[in-house]
């Protein structure tokens, strides 16, 4: 992967873009005092180079009914490439998990998993995460209370 080189200025409207991607390049100007032109070429440029990846709404899950988060590691029964691959591709059709990482240590990966409530998760790791044949350990970690939960980038460590 390549490193963008960015300008503190390029930076800071990344900042208010990831804290609101609804504001318009005008307004996004006018908040960092530059005119609406280059600005709105900046996020051009910023967005060519796959900088922004997309822009979504993000979604109050509690509100939607899905008041469980856990945290699962696995291991898988061998780490072989054929292994890896079918597991991270059974993962990505899981709407369940909405992260999955490769870890270093003792577990193979790590999964966030939204459900609805203790029944729905006993029911995904039952009918799906289990009936998957590579998984060989799976271990649950469930979330009590969220103390932070954010998708902004810490950008203020670049400036």
């Not at 870890?103 to 609805?116: Q, R, T």
Request: charged share 30%; hydrophobic share 40%; aromatic share 6%.
């Amino acid at each position: 992967m390549n490193k963008i080189d960015l300008t503190k200025q390029d930076l800071q409207i990344l900042d208010l873009l990831q804290r609101d991607a609804g504001k318009t390049s005008g307004e996004i100007a006018d908040t960092l005092n530059m005119s609406q032109s280059p600005c709105w070429r900046r996020i051009n440029k910023i967005e060519q180079a796959g900088i922004i990846r997309k822009k979504v709404a993000l979604l109050d899950r509690e509100k939607l009914g899905m008041e469980l988060v856990v945290f699962t590691t696995v291991n898988l029964t061998q780490v072989g490439r054929k292994n890896l691959e079918a597991f991270e591709a059974a993962m990505r059709t899981l709407p369940e998990v909405v992260e999955c990482y490769t870890m270093a240590g003792v577990w193979d990966y790590m999964l966030k998993i939204v459900a609805k409530d203790i029944r729905h998760y006993e029911v995904f790791v039952r009918e799906k995460l289990l009936a998957l044949e590579m998984i060989g350990e799976s271990h649950s970690h469930i979330s009590v209370t969220e103390i932070k939960n954010t998708t902004e980038l810490p950008l203020d460590t670049q400036l």
